[in-house]
């Protein structure tokens, strides 16, 4: 863009209340921007002005001002400040949302984990365990109690990360670090060094911001262990100590002929934890695929 293109635009009101628009979009992003980002404030017929001057280059989708410091050397020149401020959005994660309730619910779990090694947490445990699903295991074969006490864990599971946990915040995270990501790769392409650094100042912003939502995931997964860490050791009580359960556990696998559910398949995983992680799979699939699809289509 020469001189004379830059200078008709400043002497036109509407051109250069656009350029300063523009020029402030661009400097606070990543060097680039849309009509769709502006279109709120220029006119159609001026958005068309600065293509035809040359003032806007189109970049594959989006759009570079050729000259910045030209351009806000002549706004500074006709006393035209350009708009503070950003216009992009900034996500940054809430520090505070593990509370003093979420804190203590994590020591809590630590000590259930704890069970795994400590027969009297263990003990504890399971009395009240065996006392609520006892019953149960009197009904239905070993299996089948698998495969249901997984599809509970499941529900419970996706119910409490669905009140814990923004999906949709952290969805949106990743795709703005997505299309920084891109900008950033064709600002490196057309060799605009002030769009790099600013953009590469952008993405350690949204790493920062991602990681800290990161550490919120953990939130729901320590109240799930409330139920999952239960389950698991009355489950290896129940298949290790039948004589001591209300029922004795199936001694073979259906199909698989006998093949005893406590034996050793590779380390300290046994044939029925092969089972239940298989089971428990297959239900956090179904059930997130099932809530998915019913949230989706329930009206708002």
């Given amino acids: 863009m020469d001189d004379s293109a830059l200078n ?38 001026t958005w068309g002005r600065l293509l035809k001057t040359g003032a806007l280059i189109p970049v594959d989708s989006v759009f570079v001002i050729d000259d910045p410091p030209a351009v806000r050397d002549a706004l500074e020149k006709a006393n035209i400040e350009a708009p503070a401020g950003s216009d992009q959005t900034s996500t940054r994660t809430d520090e505070s949302a593990w509370r ?53 864990v499941a529900l419970v599971s996706t119910g409490i990360r669905r009140q814990l946990l923004d999906q949709e915040q952290m969805d949106a995270q990743k795709e703005r670090l997505q299309q920084v990501q891109d900008r950033l790769s064709v600002a490196r392409q057309r060799g605009d060094d002030a769009a790099v650094e600013r953009l590469t100042d952008r993405q350690q912003d949204l790493m920062r911001d991602q990681l800290g939502l990161m550490k919120n995931t953990f939130r729901p997964l320590v109240w799930t262990m409330f139920v999952t860490v239960p389950v698991f050791l009355w489950l290896s009580w129940f298949v290790m100590n039948p004589a001591g359960a ?50 989706d289509s329930t009206p708002a």
Avoid at 103 to 124: E, M, N, W
Avoid at 281 to 288: C, E, F, G, P
């Fill in 100 to 152: 003093p309730v979420d804190k203590l619910a994590g020591v809590g779990a630590l000590t259930l984990v704890a069970g795994y090694q400590v027969p009297a947490i263990k003990s504890v445990i399971v009395g009240p365990m065996d006392f609520v699903l006892g019953p149960l295991a009197g009904l239905l074969p070993f299996p089948l109690l698998v495969i249901v006490l997984a599809t509970v």
């Fill in 8 to 45: 008709s635009l400043i002497e036109d009101e509407a051109s250069r209340r656009a350029l300063a628009k523009v020029l402030t979009y661009a400097e606070n992003g990543d060097g680039t921007v849309t009509y769709a980002a502006v279109n709120d404030v220029i006119e159609a017929e």
């Fill in 246 to 295: 209300i029922v004795t556990a199936a001694p073979v696998i259906p199909v698989i002929d006998q093949i005893v559910w406590s034996a050793r398949l590779v380390g300290p995983m046994q044939m029925w934890m092969v089972w239940y992680f298989m089971s428990s799979l297959a239900s956090n699939l179904l059930v997130k695929r099932t809530t998915s699809r019913w949230f």
